[in-house]
């Protein structure tokens, strides 16, 4: 490949357009000199495809009538896209002019390694930690960031080679690509960033993280934009029972993908204990979510809405 491989940069777009605005406006700020951005409307509600059509022309777009899901919809972007590097980006989330720069020389820089990520900050917290690299302990069956909340300045990078990189910035080939298969679409949301990273390293390739502090996320853009999004909405009902049903739906794809995911990739002397796990300590977890722990969080978003007014 060229020191400067075309990247096809693909973001995947539900709502809240003030987010996606910032996201592309940081994107066409950046210093690298061969990328594409392709934007695939997911089953949009508002008339974000006509803004962002009008704002940004040169956005190859893709159009759902629905809502088809992370994986499936990032892997219509992949279809679409003629870059030799592929960079997953959230819709949610800012960069630096540098941070594709960077992550492309990493990339590029050993043919062992087929994916590379960030760190990540918070939006609103610009120097604390959302993610440092992801590690898997197999023994508990947890996936977990490393560095979660923790500011910038207490935090020693240690770790180079990681389990997985978060699907929110995500660099790969696309010769990798090309052997290991797209996204899995069983998973829909949840877990098929790290799936796609084992997918990776039982290939044979590296899966780096670069400490290069180049990203900020919006933590819970979702809930913010159905409570304290531009549109005014005063069905307050509507909004706690939309928010419940999305929030039961993340629960149970978390769940399900979790069963799926270890089951997948776990070693067999460990799988027995797992299905235990799952069954007595998981399922029971789930749901008392369902049944407390989601309807209190609405509870106080709507409170605080209604304190707001």
């Known amino acids: 490949m060229k020191n400067t491989p075309k990247i096809s940069i693909i973001i995947i777009h539900f709502f809240g357009i003030d987010y996606i605005i910032d996201c592309l406006g940081s994107v066409f700020k950046s210093d690298y000199p061969n990328f594409e951005v392709i934007v695939v409307f997911n089953g949009n509600k508002d008339s974000s495809y006509e803004i962002i059509?009008?704002?940004?022309?040169?956005?190859?777009?893709?159009?759902?009538?629905?809502?088809?899901?992370?994986?499936?919809?990032?892997?219509?972007?992949?279809?679409?896209?003629?870059?030799?590097?592929?960079?997953?980006?959230?819709?949610?989330?800012?960069?630096?002019?540098?941070?594709?720069?960077?992550?492309?020389?990493?990339?590029?820089?050993?043919?062992?390694?087929?994916?590379?990520?960030?760190?990540?900050?918070?939006?609103?917290?610009?120097?604390?930690?959302?993610?440092?690299?992801?590690?898997?302990?197999w023994v508990k069956q947890e996936t977990y960031h490393l560095g979660r909340n923790v500011n910038d300045k207490n935090w020693q990078d240690n770790e180079k080679k990681v389990d997985f990189i978060s699907g929110c910035a995500l660099m790969i080939k696309k010769e990798i690509i090309n052997k290991i298969g797209l996204l899995d679409e069983k998973f829909f949301a949840f877990y098929e960033d790290a799936d796609w990273c084992q997918k990776a390293k039982k290939a044979g390739y590296k899966i780096i993280y670069v400490p290069f502090g180049g990203v900020w996320h919006h933590k819970s853009a979702t809930a913010g934009k159905i409570f304290f999004g531009r549109e005014k909405e005063k069905n307050y009902l509507w909004l706690a029972l939309n928010y419940f049903w999305r929030d039961l739906q993340k629960e149970f794809r978390r769940h399900k993908n979790k069963f799926i995911f270890f089951n997948r990739y776990l070693p067999k002397r460990l799988k027995f204990v797992f299905f235990i796990k799952f069954i007595f300590i998981l399922t029971p977890i789930f749901f008392w979510a369902i049944i407390y722990s989601i309807p209190k969080s609405i509870f106080k978003l709507a409170l605080k809405k209604f304190n707001k007014n």
């Open 53 to 137: 059509k009008q704002k940004f022309p040169q956005v190859i777009s893709v159009l759902n009538k629905k809502n088809l899901g992370f994986a499936k919809a990032n892997n219509q972007g992949i279809k679409k896209s003629s870059g030799e590097v592929v960079f997953l980006l959230n819709d949610d989330i800012i960069i630096h002019p540098k941070l594709i720069s960077v992550l492309v020389k990493e990339l590029m820089s050993s043919a062992d390694i087929g994916i590379v990520g960030p760190k990540i900050y918070y939006r609103d917290e610009p120097e604390k930690i959302w993610f440092a690299g992801g590690m898997i302990n």
